[in-house]
């Protein structure tokens, strides 16, 4: 398993488009991927969750 950590450094963070590409990003991985803010999980391959996770710029 890999992991690393991010910072966002969009001033509006993570919204539609970036999260829309994220995830297409992600679906073209055979794995499962997982995002987590403070604690909570996302499936990266779905859109509403990764939204859901309301990530901030700095964050």
Same mark, same amino acid.
């Given at each position: 398993?890999?992991?690393? #950590?991010?910072?966002?450094?969009?001033?509006?963070?993570?919204?539609?488009?970036?999260?829309?590409?994220?995830?297409?990003?992600?679906?073209?991985?055979?794995? #499962?991927?997982?995002?987590? #803010?403070?604690?909570?999980?996302?499936?990266? #391959?779905?859109?509403?969750?990764?939204?859901?996770?309301?990530?901030?710029?700095?964050?």
């Amino acid at each position: 398993m890999k992991e690393f #950590k991010y910072v966002i450094k969009d001033e509006q963070g993570i919204h539609a488009r970036p999260a829309g590409l994220f995830v297409k990003e992600a679906a073209a991985f055979p794995c #499962k991927v997982i995002i987590e #803010k403070d604690g909570k999980e996302a499936d990266a #391959k779905r859109i509403f969750a990764v939204m859901g996770l309301a990530v901030k710029c700095g964050q």
